[in-house]
């Protein structure tokens, strides 16, 4: 299945079609075998050379094993599954580069920094289940009660799509969840960049969180109360860019597009978690980008972070208030090109 198939699968895929009818659309050839001419793939298994979906055939070093009819259909259809669950867009070909959003946001969210790497990677956009157009039948509350939930999805997603030293690209919760998904799967990617993180939001002791539990606790309150209203007070602050409100109209749209239910436990699980131990496992160089003014995350909160990884760059952006991302994309897109050190490519 090339990349070009997986892109139509997963249209075809959003716009209604069934996982059987898909699948019959792309049969399994006759013979079990998989050899490296027939499908592209390179020989040890360190990836396919066609951009295929990876898990249709199970590779040994050195040669390929014989795999079930039954079974590739299964693996088909799992991974159908997956591209389906999280609306997932792909574009351009090349190094993996995945792009996570945050709370109350989806996918769109990165709509004017990701098509800047289209024609060097192959660009990853998906929404996080119970966000944007994902299957919000596939929300389990437990699963999604800590982090870690996000963060095997990640892995999945990362692991059906042939993810190998990829590059993760996460805004503000989602920073978090790809420090998560690296220290839990080292081998996915090798480096990542994170937008506005913070392993901890409540001050603790000498840590500098941001926010009291008092008000932690209250902002949430206020969420279960009014979903409405709690969107429209939040998302100014969130955004800052005071003399551009278009951008908090537009956050707070999205805020309020999301589910209520699901909101309010999302917001639990992102504003009451701490993950500071886990800045320690992650192997892969990281960016940190701060915002200069970021009232979610404050300037100290991004050096902590810094300060905590084994091998990270900091960067204090220009940029103010939450979600560079969208206030400022050009100089959002100029670090992460100095990251990877990377040219930027002509207008």
């Not at 699948?23 to 020989?43: A, Y």
């Not at 999945?156 to 042939?162: C, F, N, Q, T, W």
């Not at 081998?187 to 001050?203: A, C, H, N, Q, T």
Request: proline content about 4%; glycine content about 10%.
């Amino acid at each position: 299945m090339s990349q070009e198939q997986v892109e139509q699968v997963t249209h075809a895929l959003n716009n209604g079609a069934s996982k059987a009818a898909v699948c019959r659309s792309f049969k399994v050839p006759r013979s079990t075998r998989i050899d490296t001419q027939e499908s592209g793939m390179e020989r040890g298994g360190e990836g396919l050379a066609d951009g295929s979906v990876h898990g249709l055939a199970e590779p040994r070093r050195g040669h390929w094993t014989r795999v079930d009819k039954g079974e590739r259909s299964s693996q088909r259809t799992e991974i159908l599954s997956v591209l389906q669950r999280h609306h997932v867009q792909m574009a351009g070909s090349g190094t993996a580069m995945m792009f996570a959003h945050g709370f109350g946001c989806d996918q769109n969210m990165w709509r004017w920094v990701a098509p800047a790497f289209t024609g060097r990677y192959r660009t990853i956009l998906f929404d996080h289940v119970g966000a944007g157009r994902s299957d919000l039948s596939a929300f389990d509350p437990a699963k999604y009660a800590s982090l870690d939930g996000y963060a095997l999805d990640v892995i999945e997603l990362a692991r059906a799509l042939d993810v190998q030293g990829g590059i993760f690209v996460g805004h503000s919760v989602s920073a978090m969840i790809g420090v998560l998904a690296a220290g839990r799967a080292p081998e996915l990617f090798s480096k990542l960049v994170l937008v506005g993180p913070s392993p901890r939001y409540i001050d603790d002791g000498d840590y500098v969180g941001g926010f009291s539990e008092a008000q932690i606790h209250e902002l949430l309150a206020f969420l279960d109360s009014n979903h409405m209203g709690w969107s429209e007070a939040m998302a100014p602050v969130i955004m800052g860019n005071k003399d551009r409100p278009e951008l908090a109209g537009e956050l707070t749209n999205s805020f309020c597009r999301t589910d209520p239910k699901i909101a309010q436990h999302f917001a639990r699980t992102t504003f009451l978690s701490d993950n500071r131990k886990d800045l320690g496992k992650v192997q892969a160089r990281c960016l940190v980008l701060q915002c200069s003014d970021d009232v979610i995350a404050p300037e100290a909160v991004g050096r902590y972070v810094h300060a905590h990884l084994p091998d990270s760059q900091f960067v204090l952006m220009k940029a103010t208030g939450h979600c560079p991302n969208l206030s400022a994309p050009e100089e959002t897109i100029a670090a992460m090109e100095d990251f990877l050190g990377e040219t930027p490519l002509a207008a």
